[in-house]
């Protein structure tokens, strides 16, 4: 069974400053990761994704996640925030071939100091 | 080429009425997931169909919640009897499986429920 943590629910940054989000998942079988980004009262939006091939990802707005076998680990960042990067963000795992579900983690919730 | 639709995008009901909320998937996709939001938590994942099938249902409470794809139509998640604590937000999302697929959901805005 597929599974995702995201290690801390809330997470402050400062307005330029580097964007951490981790995420860490358990899979039986090479997995399929994605992040997604969820703005107030909105649905989610597709940040980035990683299926196969290179390990660094690039996504919208700025952010990348490397996934890294290893270590089991995709975690999400941004060089410098800006204030519309807040929200919450969530990871999630599937296997495609299965019923494409996505697992997704319990989010966080990142805020953006001026 | 419109994204997936849901409606209402707020539905109030008293405890015991009944709500149903509707979802049109992205044109030419098949595939069609709920999912439920608690406040503070994460997404749960609850159903997933294809037209006119039930293909994962093991995230949807045994009593009082049904879901629906017809083959025409929107797909439909039926929660009848309310209580409080289904009192959240709902997500559809919908994909596409082919060979070009890589296991992405579109989502919806949202129907979110409030039981009095």
């Known amino acids: 069974a597929q599974s995702v943590t995201q290690l801390g629910s809330h997470v402050s940054v400062s307005e330029g400053a580097l964007v951490l989000l981790r995420c860490n998942y358990s899979?039986?079988?090479?997995?399929?990761l994605f992040w997604y980004v969820q703005y107030p009262n909105q649905g989610l939006q597709l940040l980035l994704k990683y299926t196969t091939g290179a390990t660094l990802v690039k996504g919208i707005n700025g952010f990348e996640a490397e996934f890294k076998k290893s270590e089991t680990s995709f975690h999400l960042t941004k060089p410098s925030a800006h204030m519309s990067d807040a929200a919450e963000y969530f990871c999630a795992v599937s296997v495609l071939g299965a019923t494409n579900k996505l697992i997704f983690g319990t989010g966080t919730l990142l805020a953006v100091q001026p | 080429n419109a994204g997936v639709m849901q409606n209402p995008r707020h539905l109030v009901r008293r405890r015991g009425q009944e709500a149903r909320l509707r979802c049109s998937p992205m044109k030419g996709h098949s595939h069609v997931y709920w999912y439920r939001q608690l406040p503070e938590e994460g997404l749960k994942f609850m159903v997933y169909l294809q037209k006119e099938n039930i293909i994962d249902e093991s995230g949807m409470p045994k009593e009082r919640f049904s879901a629906e794809f017809p083959k025409e139509g929107p797909s439909i998640l039926r929660i009848q009897q309310v209580v409080r604590g289904d009192s959240a937000a709902y997500f559809c999302?919908?994909?596409?499986?082919?060979?070009?697929?890589?296991?992405?959901?579109?989502f919806g805005e949202g129907s979110r429920l409030t039981v009095l």
């Open positions: 999302a919908s994909s596409q499986t082919d060979r070009g697929a890589t296991g992405e959901l579109f």
């Open positions: 899979s039986s079988v090479p997995p399929y």
